[in-house]
Every structure is written in structure tokens, then in C-alpha cells.
């Protein structure tokens, strides 16, 4: 997939609102990414559901967070295209 990047141009958003708002949402990648971690499971909440529990629980949460950091990262050549 070809990332669709914003044309600098006079009747269109300036460069520096565009990366106020480029910085603004990958700040709250971080912050969000934070959050998530310190929401990881616990084994203590899976083990009544079997052995096979906790690790499918960490692999869906390992998803989350990969996907947030995919976001992040597409932010991030979005930003470095328009600069």
C-alpha cells in the first residue's frame, strides 16, 4: 500500500499545522501505547480457562500493541514526506 501524503499548497493546510497535527496524534500513540502495556495480562486471570489461556491473551495483546506502533510508524513517513 501507498501511503497517501497531504500536497503542500496555498489553498490547502499549512506544512507546520500539518505536523502539529501529525506530532499530536503520534504523542497519543505513546501515550496510548503506555497505557496498553501496563494493561497486559496476567496469568492469574486466564489460568481457570485452561493452560493454553494466557498465551493467546498475550498474543492478542502483543497484536494491539503492534498495531498501534504500525499507526506510529505510518505517522511518522507521512510526516517525513511533507517536511
Known amino acids: ?3 497517501a501524503v497531504p500536497t503542500i ?3 490547502g493546510t499549512s506544512r507546520e499545522s500539518l505536523m502539529d497535527r501529525l506530532r499530536d496524534a ?3 500513540i505513546i501515550e496510548a501505547e503506555k497505557a496498553l502495556m501496563q494493561a497486559c495480562p496476567n496469568g492469574r ?9 494466557i498465551q493467546e ?3 492478542q495483546h502483543a497484536n494491539r500493541l503492534h498495531n498501534l506502533r504500525a499507526v506510529y510508524i505510518e505517522l511518522m513517513e507521512i510526516a517525513g514526506a511533507i517536511t
Open 1 to 3: 500500500m501507498t501511503l
Open 9 to 11: 499548497h496555498l489553498n
Open 26 to 28: 503520534m504523542d497519543a
Open 45 to 53: 486471570d486466564y489460568y481457570p480457562q485452561g493452560p493454553d489461556a
Open 57 to 59: 491473551a498475550l498474543r
